[in-house]
């Protein structure tokens, strides 16, 4: 199995030192799985697309702005 190094902000890494009993690396890996999923399934679900980027940046337009008409008061 490949190892990885990777890097994390002081503060986080002050709250790791105190708590050493829990497994880290564990932590990570899980995280990394669930977010690989994530893609996965977004792979799968655009591999039939015919979107062009400039479509999905139209779309990306109409429902931002769609939710912050709902949310002005």
Not at 36 to 46: P, R, V
Request: charged share 40%.
């Amino acid at each position: 199995m490949p190892n990885m190094t990777i890097s994390v902000p002081d503060d986080l890494y002050e709250i790791m030192k105190k708590h050493r009993e829990i497994k880290w690396s564990e932590i990570a890996r899980r995280a990394m799985w669930e977010y690989a999923k994530k893609l996965e399934l977004l792979d799968s679900l655009l591999e039939n697309s015919e979107l062009t980027d400039e479509d999905v940046s139209e779309l990306a337009k109409k429902i931002k702005n769609g939710i912050a008409e709902r949310h002005e008061i």
